[in-house]
């Protein structure tokens, strides 16, 4: 999903997460979320990531086992952050 505003909002917001860990894959049941324009900015510029579609306030989250309040309500902090 997109959040509002760019690079530096979406690495906040992901930063503010208290659920998921900030990881793409552990292969366990937790919810993992990860800043998908932070995890290339070191192999990819700016052109190739438009390319690909990974725009800077793109988050890709997998959600685990954790109560689905628990993970609205530890969004809804992060946003509101």
Known sequence: FAVRGG???TSRF???LTLPAQAVSLGG??????HTASMWAGTMNDAQMEAAG???N?????VGIEHPDDLAADLGRALAA
């Not at 049941?29 to 990860?34: F, S």
């Not at 793109?58 to 997998?62: A, E, F, G, T, Y």
């Open 54 to 56: 990974i725009a800077p």
């Open 7 to 9: 690079y530096q909002e």
């Open 14 to 16: 992901v930063s503010r």
């Open 29 to 34: 049941v937790d919810t993992l979320a990860v």
């Open 58 to 62: 793109l988050v890709r989250m997998s």
